[in-house]
């Protein structure tokens, strides 16, 4: 088998801890539905990542069906994508343990989002939280996946991946494994603090105010976008006068990213302009579209059972794709079985 006889397909997923926020729908949601009927679409919950740090089991179970509700409410439909929760499909553990004996302990040491989270705690975070970027590998290339959309931060994962599928085609003498690209894009790959532009936006964050959750109605919206950071200076005539003015810099891009443009069109609307008109202009366009994605999902929490449904249904289809594939690994790797 060579890379070119590959179904194209697009693999993803979204932990559920702490709840979705703006930086979710603009650098995955919104880009995952956009990719519905390029190719084959497969998304994920991924409780087991959500694990590697101790989590409430209520507030698992309860994130988890709000992340497949945000898919539902931005308008991801189960009969054109697969959508389940990783948990429900065990070949993604499975596949875990044979890459956790390809993967060498130099490129896990390498990992910059391991370093963040554990800090100077590294010795007593778990061995899932170290590991984990092997589970990330198994979630890719357990679907064949083709193509990963991502964010910046997330591109060394893709590439431990493409690590992982070269070695252990190299070592067992086979292309098996397909050479995953990731797929960075769009005008807010990376959503900002909005209190902090040289912050994340973060479900952890200290402030709600930092953030806009995909819970929030409308009025919340517009009030969080209008007492966002700024500095004194009116929007430049051109993008980059926008260096060095990182909360004016992420406000642009929330705008490009929610009317499909791209910055430089914001900034030839808005050449000049005061925050006091460009504030309230972005609340009115994300209160339109961010608003109705809110009372869908409101919508979606209140029927949990349906999301049971349909996250079961993706999981039948999830390991229809993925058990063949897991069974020809072992048969690769020699393990046997009954």
Known sequence: MTDNTFTPRVFSGIKPSGGLQLGNYLGAIKRFVGM?????????VVDLHAITVWQDPAELANGTREVAAGYLAAGLDPTKSILFNQSRVSAHAELAWIFNCVARVGWMNRMTQFKDKAGSNAEKASLGLYAYPSLM???????HATHVPVGDDQKQHVELTRN??????????TDFFPMTEPVIEGSATRIMNLRDGTQKMSKSGESDMERINMLDDADTIAKKLKKAKTDPEPLPETVDGLANRPEARNLVDIYAALADITPEE????YSGAGWGTFKPALADLAVSKLAPISVAMKQHMDDPAEIDRILANGAEKAREIADPILNKTYDIVGLLRS
């Open 36 to 44: 519905q009927g390029e190719m084959e679409t497969v998304y994920c």
């Open 266 to 269: 914001v900034i030839a609307q």
């Open 164 to 173: 992982i599928a070269s070695k252990f085609n190299h070592d067992f003498k």
């Open 137 to 143: 590998a198994a979630d890719i290339l357990l679907y």
